[in-house]
């Protein structure tokens, strides 16, 4: 009986081996190719860096580091081989003691184990689908003993950990240390790497930003399991198990917060490599700085939320209902958080209670602030009982807080109105910092090149300087008194400018009238130019001819330029000159770090001049004036150096706030306003707005650079202080407004204006 019972068992096995075997003949032929896999080249994003190699952005579904089996640190391989595969060098691709010990263990209800190796993994994460069925099984395995015999362990290893998704968009362990722990794989701790190694199971049930609790039990357990096989001793997983661990908050790489920048680049390369760009794995260089592009983000954060705070409270963002159990209330707190997330330093967080008194409120990690004293001022009247509805601060209200210096709290909220800084390099053109709006996530129109706006009183040095090669000089007189243009000498409406002051004090020197930016000397200077005429010269600088109408407005900066254009133009100035262009591409490689296109600095030679050395050194002189003594004072008194130069400008209804300066090595520019243009306040300014980024900007960027003059260039003179064009001095007897020069320079040139002549050419420039 017992020998009738055996016989019929190894029947039965036998039976189940052939029909495995059957299956596996009949399923062999149709495996797929594997032999793509001893030249594994994986997905590879798209990748953009600073001047010093800093990544600044990526670009690409699977976010991927390749690395060598050989760069992967050991601690890293242990960590995965303790939790996924223990005797993965000794087993041949299916590991039957781990089967079996498996198997035990979940019959004896013991910690449920799995019993896949780390082929058998790469074979269905490769190449299979992810239903659980015998047939796909017997694929894993059939491919597991083709990878096993075509690949070296090493290799395997390799692909697997270059291969496996961890969450958050990242493919493989170098991916994932940086995007959860901010560093490279080859800086990680036991503790990080056990952290790690907890994620191929369930990247996001097992994610330590978004689950930390669980991530941090598996990481003990992983800790146990490296004791348990000799990885690391017992010493080292105590210290490991007490580590704190710095995870990021975020997958992107905004440590630089160069956004705009990185957005740029990717449309640039995708015009030159189409749908590769997000799988080659080219890597991008750019001129930016990564130093001065994160101290001009935070100099424009800081300007515009000084803005904010001076602007009527607009209400919460969103009013919840909190329920009265606790419980509860944490759970709509983080749905609602979770819709509202924070900004940067300006963070959300959720009324608990408010009085005219203290607010008190809970932020998305958790913690609750109070906020007390001058941080409720920006928000008064949102807390007063008659405040409408929409308005009133209470308990479920969203609001928006920033922490400030003394670290207390300060209610605030998103602000409406834009900005744009750009900075580059007048030597060349290279672009060193960057920043198209006030957040990228919130509005990802780029201000710095897309934004055309009017330049308002920043665009005068461009006539002045037209003015220069017509005989003007920085002495000559100009009357700063009223004008009046009647609807029959515009052809349209009638047309009474006035400074933004609105008072007229008199003559003045051209020097004096650009420093303290008077709208009639410009106008003056402007006819005696001939509106045609400057229009012909600003188009030397790169603007667009045809947004600057030859009228008499444009004397005001009643066209329209970018940002960008601005920057550009100004640097004609600081570089002697030269019209550069901005450019900020400087290599692109491939991911094994062959060159596949390379840009070297412009080299600056005549061939780019636009305008005399003399122009722009006299211009130079005029704009230093500006910053020392005029609008813009506040640049040399803040940054305690002479070597600055640049201009305000306001808008008509102060729609615009500008500073367009230089130092000899640097240009930078910031504009604010609303995208719908409209008014910024009564008092707002280009000095008062824009002026305090660019000379934030500015104390970080000029911390080591010696301070700079110009050499004067041939031609030039200085008679009484003041500098002239050689054939234009006082006592040369030269004028070409066809006066002649006074001997004396304390009797400088005045502009003659008619009254019929002045008529006549305004009667010209409005002519259609």
């Known amino acids: 009986m017992l020998s009738w019972v055996m016989g019929l068992l190894v029947a039965g096995a036998v039976s189940v081996l ?7 003949a009949m399923a062999f032929p149709n495996l797929p190719d594997v032999s793509d896999l001893s030249d594994y080249r994986p997905k590879l994003p798209l990748r953009v860096y600073s001047a010093e190699g800093v990544l600044i952005g990526e670009f690409g579904e699977e976010r991927r580091h390749l690395t ?16 996924e595969d223990a005797r993965f060098y000794e087993h041949g691709g299916v590991d039957y003691k781990g089967i079996a010990r498996a ?21 269905r994460n490769v190449y299979l689908s992810s239903e659980k069925t015998y047939t796909r099984k017997i694929y894993e395995i059939l491919l597991t003993f083709k990878l096993e015999h075509l690949l070296t362990k090493d290799q395997i290893l390799e692909i697997y950990m270059n291969q496996i998704f961890l969450g958050n968009r990242a493919y493989g362990f170098a991916a994932a240390s940086e995007a959860y722990f901010g560093k490279p794989l080859k800086n990680v701790s036991i503790a990080e790497a056990a952290m790690l190694a907890g994620l191929p199971k369930a990247p996001s049930a097992y994610n330590p930003i978004n689950n930390p609790k669980r991530a941090r039990s598996r990481q003990l357990y992983i800790i146990e399991r490296m004791v348990d096989n000799g990885f690391i001793t017992p010493e080292q997983a105590e210290i490991a198990k007490k580590e704190p661990l710095a995870v990021k908050t975020s997958t992107d790489h905004s440590d630089v917060h160069a956004e705009y920048v990185a957005e740029t680049v990717r449309q640039l390369i995708f015009a030159q490599y189409g749908a590769e760009t997000y799988t ?35 209400g919460p963002e969103k009013f919840v209902s909190l329920p009265v159990d606790a419980a509860q209330a944490e759970a709509v707190i983080d749905d609602t958080l979770l819709e509202h997330t924070d900004n940067g330093d300006v963070m959300a967080a959720v009324v608990l209670d408010a009085n005219p008194k203290k607010i008190q409120a809970v932020r998305q990690n958790g913690d609750v602030i109070e906020i007390t004293g001058d941080g409720l001022k920006p928000a008064q009247s949102g807390l007063s009982d008659k405040a409408a509805a929409h308005i009133r601060i209470r308990r479920g209200a969203v609001i928006r807080v920033v922490q400030t210096p003394k670290s207390t709290w300060e209610i605030t909220q998103l602000p409406e109105v834009e900005g744009a800084f750009v900075a580059l390099d007048p030597r060349n053109g290279g672009i060193a910092a960057l920043v198209g709006g006030f957040d990228f996530e919130k509005n990802k129109f780029n201000h710095v090149t897309q934004a055309w706006r009017q330049p308002g009183s920043s665009f005068k040095p461009f006539i002045y300087s037209a003015a220069l090669e017509n005989g003007v000089t920085p002495s000559t007189i100009i009357n700063d008194a009223p004008l009046f243009f009647s609807a029959g000498v515009t052809g349209g409406q009638a047309w009474e400018p006035k400074n933004y002051d609105g008072k007229f004090e008199g003559p003045m020197s051209m020097r004096r009238g650009l420093a303290k930016s008077k709208n009639m000397i410009s106008i003056r200077i402007l006819q005696t130019v001939g509106a045609q005429n400057a229009q012909d010269w600003v188009s030397r600088f790169g603007f667009d001819a045809d947004k600057h109408p030859a009228y008499l407005t444009m004397a005001l900066g009643a066209g329209s330029v970018t940002p960008m254009q601005q920057a550009t133009a100004y640097a004609v100035f600081a570089n002697g000159g030269f019209r550069v262009n901005p450019w900020l591409i400087t290599k692109v490689t491939d991911q094994q770090g062959r060159v596949l296109a390379q840009t070297k600095a412009p080299v600056i030679d005549e061939s780019i001049r636009v305008i005399d050395t003399r122009n722009a050194f006299i211009m130079s002189s005029l704009l230093q004036e500006v910053t020392r003594s005029g609008t813009a004072a506040s640049a040399q008194g803040a940054l305690k150096r002479p ?15 500008w500073f367009a300066g230089y130092q000899p090595t640097l240009v930078a520019v910031t504009w604010i306003g609303y995208d719908t243009p409209k008014n910024l306040g009564s008092r707002e300014t280009g000095g008062g707005l ?72 305004i009667l010209d420039l409005f002519k259609n």
């Open 18 to 24: 052939l029909l495995v075997a059957i299956a596996m």
């Open 68 to 83: 060598p089996i050989n760069d992967i640190p050991k601690v890293m391989r242990d960590a995965v081989l303790a939790i």
């Open 103 to 123: 198997a035990l263990a979940n019959l004896g209800r013991i910690k449920s184990q799995g019993a896949s190796t780390i082929t058998m993994q790469l074979a």
């Open 280 to 314: 080659r794995g080219l890597n991008v260089h750019t001129t930016l700085r990564a130093a001065d592009q994160l101290a001009a983000y935070q100099a424009l954060r800081r300007g515009i939320m000084n803005y904010e705070r001076r602007q009527v409270y607009r």
């Open 643 to 657: 070597d600055l130069f640049g201009k305000t400008g306001t808008t008509n209804d102060s729609m615009d706030a």
């Open 690 to 761: 824009s002026l305090p980024v660019w000379i934030d900007f500015m104390a970080h960027a000029l911390k080591k650079v010696p301070v700079m003059e110009y050499a004067v260039p041939e031609g030039i003179v200085n008679v009484g202080g003041e500098w002239y064009f050689a054939e234009y001095a006082p006592g040369s007897g030269v004028s070409s407004l066809g006066m002649n020069h006074s001997a004396d320079p304390a009797r400088p040139e005045v502009i003659p204006l008619p009254a019929a002549e002045e008529k006549q050419k």
